[in-house]
């Protein structure tokens, strides 16, 4: 039955290339795919064509609007709808929707954040639809809208959003990927595309309980919480057997996805109490990133059909696992290659490891780079917190390809390669099979698993955007400069300088490659000796926007130029600081209108139960109420001295100017401040009566699902 399901749903709400073939003219669809396929300029004349065909079958689907949807630098989405009505008539309804309508788009670039590349009076902006990713269907209260994917840009062509970036950054990997396959005699490879799959992780508890928390409101993280007695301990909820409530919330899930051609393919609990992960299928880059987005999306309108609320934040309960994504990454040609399938002899697959080689020297010159592509303002409280990778960048190649590696590194050349062996489970009726040539290592930050790097460091509600378009642009750079050195040869001679160069790049940058416990300290202590930065937060990461060797990379692959790096810079302080912000008042407000109070009634009641049996004169112990008296008022007193604090520090914050200075302030004094009322009101939710508490604790938020 529910094969039945996807056969009937999948992808019925995408104007996809199956679509385009039944509805559009043989020559439109060929001039079309040509463009698609090589690159060029969309005639007007086609456009029209497609426009009309998109719209006949949208409102066939019940459609009233479309809308330009695009992914401005606030790292969620935006949409402006207008309906399909032309007023050519007063006496009836005219649907009509042009070619340059579809093409182009006109939203205010004003009021979304630009970092300085338009002034708050210039107001024009495009939207530019981007033809490498199917228009599609949403539903909701408002209707049936045709959702067009678009780039958006300033009126002086800056990019003001995530995809254009990442669109260059594919143009680039492409032409230097391409370029090396000639290299390597794979004449007949025209293209070669970043194949992407993100899992995601994700947090559901119950929606009235969430609407009691503001902390969980405002900044999507509890402020305040003590641990319950059980925790992530016992290891059970981990692949567990899923709720009923949980599998119907995930039933429905899929079923719009698949609705949207999302390839949403595994489901299951995670490591936490109430935390979950959906993992697609790969497909190319950029609609993988639009994929991922309309999953979070999904993931958010569906929980709340059933009564649950879904939460994104990469660590919304302090002392279980956070949440990530994690980015896997390879590269496709044309010709169906993986160009990171080792094979069944790595040691004699050149190309591979020529391009492993590139990978590893690229992850290692540009390691802060692609530390800032994963930071956000969750991120901080995650990285590091053996629960999730690191913040130092490391490689982990596994078993067979560190023999290798040792082996080209020491000779100059590798001679095997490691097997996997047969699996002996010491039963008789299990089947025997062959084991993998490695292990798996899930502390590392960037792990080879078997023919694709996974970038584990990804933050959960963060679009993969940006880590997509620093891979693409690092590795790109490394081949364009790697190839270089091979223009013109051929035969021995070539195949002598890809082993020599093979050999001096995984000697120079043999130091970020790690296979152990990336959780360790020891690590740390051997990172720092080997040169390798530790960039515990987002903003110590920021700086990297605009170091010399970054402006001067993005420029040569014509990804980023130097005023769109600044404006990135400038936004990610503006944003940490205003979050910082968010956070900071809400523990004010909650500390000082919830848990203060609270408290203090407990301790009213508390005395007066005290002096209540005192009076009595029997001589009965009261040393309980007493001690217990003296410790919740202690705790009142530190809270409300830290909550003076935290207003006074937060009121000067709010002074300053956006930028560096202000971040660096909220970083170190405002959440030092934080921390330091959070203290005494989770000590103080382990001593009041959990009938004066005012809030949902941590134990009813994940486990009461």
């Not at 749903?9 to 040509?34: C, G, H, I, W």
């Not at 639809?129 to 067009?148: H, K, N, Q």
């Not at 991922?292 to 302090?318: D, S």
Request: hydrophobic fraction near 40%; charge should be negative; include cysteine.
């Amino acid at each position: 039955m529910e094969q039945n399901i996807l056969k009937q749903v999948f992808a019925t709400d995408v104007f996809n290339d199956a679509v385009m073939q039944e509805r559009l003219p043989k020559n439109v669809y060929a001039s079309f795919m040509k463009i698609v396929e090589n690159g060029g300029e969309l005639d007007i004349t086609i456009a029209n064509v497609i426009a009309h065909a998109m719209k006949e079958w949208a409102v066939e689907r019940g459609a009233t609007h479309y809308s330009h949807w695009f992914q401005p630098m606030t790292g969620i989405t935006a949409e402006k709808h207008d309906s399909f009505l032309n007023a050519s008539s007063k006496s009836r309804a005219i649907l009509e929707f042009s070619g340059k309508e579809l093409i182009k788009g006109e939203p205010d670039a004003s009021s979304f954040p630009s970092g300085g590349l338009r002034a708050t009076f210039e107001a024009r902006g495009y939207t530019a639809w981007d033809i490498t990713s199917p228009a599609f269907l949403r539903e909701d209260a408002a209707g049936v809208t045709l959702c067009i994917p678009t780039a958006f840009c300033s009126y002086t062509g800056e990019a003001l959003d995530k995809k254009t970036p990442l669109l260059r950054s594919m143009e680039a990997i492409n032409k230097h990927a391409v370029n090396t396959m000639h290299l390597f005699g794979y004449d007949d490879v025209k293209k070669v595309e970043c194949s992407v799959g993100p899992e995601q992780e994700y947090f559901l508890i119950d929606r009235e309980k969430y609407l009691k928390r503001d902390d969980l409101i405002y900044s999507g993280r509890t402020l305040f919480g003590a641990m319950p007695p059980k925790g992530q301990e016992l290891g059970d909820h981990y692949f567990g057997a899923i709720r009923e409530n949980i599998a119907s919330y995930m039933k429905e899930l899929n079923i719009e996805l698949w609705k949207l051609g999302i390839l949403a393919k595994t489901q299951h609990n995670e490591v936490a109490p109430a935390q979950h992960e959906l993992a697609p299928i790969y497909c190319t880059a950029n609609i993988a990133t639009d994929h991922n987005q309309l999953i979070m999306e999904t993931m958010k309108k569906v929980a709340r059909r059933h009564g649950l609320e879904c939460l994104l934040h990469e660590k919304p309960f302090a002392g279980v696992n956070g949440s990530g994504k994690h980015d896997n990454w390879s590269l496709i040609t044309d010709t169906g290659i993986n160009i990171l399938d080792p094979g069944k002899e790595p040691h004699k697959n050149l190309l591979f490891l020529y391009v492993l080689s590139a990978i590893i020297k690229a992850v290692n010159e540009y390691a802060p780079l692609l530390r800032l592509s994963a930071s956000n303002v969750g991120n901080d409280h995650r990285l590091g917190a053996d629960e999730a990778p690191p913040a130092i960048i490391s490689i982990f190649l596994g078993e067979q390809l560190e023999d290798i590696v040792e082996q080209i590194i020491n000779t100059g050349e590798a001679t095997s390669s490691i097997r996997g062996e047969r699996m002996n489970t010491g039963v008789t009726t299990l089947p025997n099979f062959r084991k993998d040539a490695t292990d798996r290592n899930r502390t590392s930050p960037f792990a080879f698993t078997g023919n694709k790097f996974e970038f584990r460091m990804v933050a959960s509600s963060m679009s993969i955007s940006d880590a997509n378009t620093v891979l693409n642009s690092i590795v790109a750079d490394t081949l364009e400069k790697m190839n270089s050195s091979l223009e013109g040869l051929t035969g021995d001679d070539f195949t002598k300088a890809v082993k020599e160069i093979i050999h001096k790049t995984l000697t120079e940058n043999k130091n970020i490659i790690f296979n152990g416990n990336g959780y360790s300290e020891e690590w740390v202590e051997e990172a720092e000796k080997l040169g390798l930065p530790n960039i515990k937060t987002m903003v110590d990461a920021t700086a990297y926007y605009t170091a010399p060797s970054t402006i001067e990379m993005f420029a040569r692959q014509n990804v980023y130029s130097e005023e769109e790096l600044q404006s990135r810079e400038e936004i990610n302080y503006e944003i940490y600081s205003k979050m910082i912000h968010i956070e900071a008042l809400t523990m004010i407000e909650m500390a000082s209108k919830l848990y203060i109070p609270a408290s203090i009634r407990y301790c009213a009641r508390l005395a007066d139960s005290y002096n209540s049996i005192k009076k009595t004169g029997i001589g009965a112990n009261i040393s309980v109420q007493e001690e217990l008296l003296v410790t919740a008022c202690d705790l009142l007193s530190e809270a409300k001295d830290a909550l003076k604090v935290l207003e006074e520090k937060t009121k000067k914050a709010e002074g300053r100017e956006d930028g560096a200075e202000l971040a660096n302030y909220y970083k170190d004094e405002i959440r030092t401040a934080m921390d330091d009322l959070r203290s005494p009101i989770d000590k103080l939710e382990m001593i009041v009566d959990k009938r004066f508490w005012p809030v949902p604790t941590y134990g009813d938020l994940l486990f009461e699902v």
